[in-house]
């Protein structure tokens, strides 16, 4: 399995952006994928989620509370890949932003490269 993150980049205060994570390979359900990001000198923090519980359960999202009403996450079953929308955007969104599938069958694990976001003031 690998992921490829890509859409980052420099953005003033108040605008948007869209990241994509591109899976490859099989990813089994259940699995939770995650949007994750690191500012210098930060600790890294969860920003949004895709809960699959099977084909059953259907999908559920949650939100780190920093980023609660402005960013949203999604996933295109067509092109497997998941969204990150980010609207809003304020200077302290400033990070590096990881991507992350927890496979819940195989309990693996799967990072993609980080795509760095910048936004001014």
């Known amino acids: 399995v690998q992921l490829q993150a890509s859409g980052g980049g420099f953005v003033r205060a108040g605008g948007s952006l869209r990241l994509s994570c591109e899976v490859s390979?099989?990813?089994?359900?259940?699995?939770?994928m995650y949007w994750h990001r690191q500012a210098p000198g930060k600790q890294r923090e969860m920003v949004g989620r895709?809960?699959?519980?099977?084909?059953?359960?259907?999908?559920?999202?949650d939100y780190g509370d920093s980023v609660q009403g402005r960013f949203t996450v999604s996933w295109d079953n067509a092109k497997n890949t998941m969204y990150l929308q980010m609207n809003s955007l304020k200077p302290e969104d400033t990070a590096v932003y990881y991507c992350?599938?927890?496979?819940?069958?195989?309990?693996?694990?799967?990072w993609g490269q980080g795509t760095l976001v910048t936004v001014s003031s």
């Open positions: 992350q599938v927890h496979d819940l069958r195989t309990l693996n694990r799967y």
């Open positions: 390979g099989t990813i089994f359900s259940p699995n939770v």
């Open positions: 895709i809960v699959s519980g099977g084909s059953t359960s259907g999908l559920s999202t």
